[in-house]
């Protein structure tokens, strides 16, 4: 159990990062998002302070169930989707969705603004 997960939001990213970490880590991409809100009715509970209900977007579930079973056997989950808005969206939501496959303190939220091997 001594290897990390790192979640990139690009398999192009995720081929590239995983040359440079090595054998300690497994590198994977969430391909962008992978929650939303649902589409046909309101997911927000307003009477419950505006309580959202995200649902996994379809063409994500294979996805997301591949990155569940990666996360069971790591000591650590590095996030690392892009260093915006919708990148911190992104890692949200994915900390929620492999929430119990490491403790919370195990959840690392990284950024990066190069890939290069330094």
Excluded: Q
Excluded at 6 to 15: G, H, N, T, Y
Excluded at 85 to 105: D, F, Q, S, Y
């Amino acid at each position: 159990m001594n290897k990390k997960l790192v979640i990139v939001e690009s398999p192009a990213k995720a081929r590239t990062i995983n040359r440079y970490l090595g054998s300690d880590f497994l590198v994977r991409a969430s391909m962008g998002h992978v929650r939303d809100l649902p589409e046909k009715r309101l997911g927000v509970d307003i009477e419950k302070g505006f309580k959202c209900d995200y649902v996994t977007l379809k063409d994500r579930e294979k996805n997301l169930r591949e990155l569940r079973e990666a996360a069971k056997g790591v000591s650590d989950i590095y996030l690392a989707p892009d260093p915006d808005r919708e990148g911190e969206a992104i890692a949200w939501h994915l900390m929620a969705a492999l929430k119990g496959a490491v403790p919370a303190e195990r959840f690392h939220r990284i950024t990066y603004h190069e890939i290069t091997e330094t």
